[in-house]
DNA sequence: AAATCGTGGGA
DNA sequence: TTCCCAAGATT
């Protein structure tokens, strides 16, 4: 089956930008962005980022805040953090010079078994196999392989597949046919048996089994999360604050959040708010929430427009603070939940229904009009 | 080792 | 609207 699939992914690849260099660094840039993210979602932000960060020496001097902001929107952050640290690494440890190897790549932060197999393949030639979500469909319907997803025995069986069948001819195209496969033909919903270059040797095709292999994982239900956030806004300024590194949006900047419960009044959350931020909070009226749903999120963020003082310049509960302009806040990185939050107070009407300061600023013109209640 | 971590697109 | 989930890594 490795000449056939080579064949088709010869005929049929589509014509993708990170296919189009055998720049190392360029092609990690990719692997990490499309971990669990989709190629369209992408290629834009490859693109821009690459221009931003030219080489890997760029990201790795980089300041951080620059890193998150070009990745901001794109999710999973940790994955930007962990660029930037393995760019880090591969300035100190190898010279600037990108590792060749899987073996060598799986130790920087970030490179996981399918990473460090990609790229070693992709860039570098190396017969290092893959498994990601793709692989692992097609091997299963292939090979009849049982199992759900996270299974350890699965695993062990499509890895060592995948080893097998990558020694030959150009690993890393033959990697990427197994994926583009996945991705185009056997994909997930209602595979395209009749254009498969495999469908001779495929045995869930053979006994009528594609559409039950693999097993759909089990996932589980979103648990509720309601922030209350500060809309501070004080001479033409917000307040801002950076999130802690770990968890939910780490590292990001926010409008001032604290966790409430759903039942939380409005007075309570506002305390809360005064007593994080260290100051004693007037509530001058709510906007609209905006809800986000993530994966294992069920997120409502309640928009608090506050004044009050003295303005806190940093806070125990957050690693800093800082007040921007809207212009200013563009550069941050930030969530998209958080951005579309921003995006409503500011469409509100927040920094124009402030008393004015001499000379009076215009509010950015997001829209809407004031229709605070 | 099960849980956690985002987002936009399509059904 | 709602649900599902895609080129995984980390703890």
């Known amino acids: 089956m490795h000449g056939p699939l080579l064949a088709w992914y010869d005929r049929n690849k589509r014509d993708l930008p990170w296919r189009r260099t055998r720049d190392p660094y360029a092609i990690w840039l990719s692997e990490v962005m499309l971990q669990q993210t989709q190629v369209a979602t992408v290629i834009p932000y490859w693109e821009r980022f690459l221009a931003r960060f030219p ?174 956030l500060a809309v501070w806004p004080h001479a033409g300024t917000l307040l801002f604050a950076r999130r802690a590194d770990k968890g939910l949006f780490g590292g990001l900047w926010e409008l001032p959040a604290v966790e409430v419960e759903e039942e939380t009044s409005e007075a309570d959350a506002t305390q809360r708010l005064s007593t994080t931020l260290g100051a004693a909070l007037t509530l001058e009226g ?30 125990t509960a957050f690693q800093e603070l800082r007040w921007c302009t809207p212009q200013e806040a563009e550069a941050l990185g930030m969530s998209t939940a958080m951005q579309r939050a921003l995006d409503a107070a500011l469409g509100h009407g927040v920094m124009a229904s402030e008393a004015p300061v001499a000379p009076a600023k215009k509010a950015p013109g997001r829209g809407r009009k004031a229709t605070e209640r």
């Open 55 to 228: 080489t890997v020496k760029a990201l790795a001097a980089a300041p951080l805040d620059d890193v998150l902001s070009g990745w901001k929107g794109l999710g999973y952050y940790t994955r930007a953090r962990n660029l930037h640290r393995a760019a880090q690494e591969v300035v100190e440890r190898f010279g600037g010079k990108f590792p060749a190897t899987a073996e060598e790549l799986i130790t920087l932060p970030g490179f996981g078994r399918y990473t460090a197999g990609a790229v070693a393949s992709i860039a570098f030639g190396e017969p290092a196999p893959i498994v990601d979500g793709n692989v692992a469909r097609v091997l299963s319907r292939l090979f009849e392989v049982e199992g759900l997803p996270g299974d350890r025995d699965r695993e062990a069986t499509l890895w060592a597949l995948a080893t097998a069948l990558v020694q030959g001819e150009r690993p890393g195209d033959f990697n990427q046919a197994l994926m583009e496969h996945g991705a185009t033909t056997c994909r997930p919903e209602s595979p395209l048996c009749l254009l498969c270059p495999v469908r001779d040797g495929c045995f869930a095709y053979r006994k009528g089994r594609v559409d039950e292999l693999p097993p759909a994982k089990v996932r589980a239900a979103p648990r509720k999360l309601f922030l209350a």
């Open 286 to 315: 709510t906007l609209d929430s905006v809800r986000r749903q993530l994966t294992h999120r069920d997120l409502t963020l309640r928009l608090l427009r506050v004044s009050g003082g003295p303005r806190p310049t940093h806070s």
